[in-house]
């Protein structure tokens, strides 16, 4: 029983990460199939958002699949079959896209917002570590009255 088990966990991490490139969609030319492969892993399926072209199942990204093996059959390059990409679905579909005003935000965001929070806990640290204020000790008034609302309070 023992040995089945292994056996299926076996299995089940040699299977790795399937791919939703249909037969239907690659290339006769294995060098321009291991192109489309190698750019199709640096875009993102718009519908997913968190998985490549190559592993989404969604129509769109099946869409952007055959729109990148038709440049790729028509003669472009990498750079020139992932811009008519971009020009069509924008720089979202880019999984590291480039450093420029618009993305600035994307780049850097993450890294300002741990600054601030690391920036305030110092702060909050601080501020807990001052002495507490000196206390006035109560009147004699404030005494009184603060014994008579203590005694009231136990009825």
């Not at 009184?144 to 005694?151: F, P, Y």
């Amino acid at each position: 029983m023992l040995a089945r088990i292994f056996l299926l966990l076996a299995l089940l991490l040699a299977a790795g990460r399937g791919y939703a490139v249909e037969p239907s969609e690659r290339l006769a030319d294995p060098v321009l199939e291991a192109r489309a492969r190698t750019l199709s892993s640096s875009l993102r399926c718009l519908v997913c958002q968190n998985e490549t072209i190559d592993e989404s199942n969604a129509g769109l990204a099946h869409d952007i699949r055959i729109l990148l093996r038709e440049r790729l059959a028509a003669g472009d390059n990498d750079a020139q079959a992932v811009r008519a990409i971009v020009d069509r679905y924008g720089e979202f579909v880019l999984l590291n896209p480039p450093l420029h005003g618009a993305t600035t935000v994307l780049w850097f965001g993450p890294l300002a917002i741990l600054v601030a929070a690391l920036g305030g806990a110092v702060l909050w640290l601080r501020q807990r570590r001052k002495e507490p204020e000196t206390l006035v000790p109560l009147s004699a008034e404030e005494s009184r009255e603060l014994q008579s609302l203590m005694q009231e309070n136990e009825r």
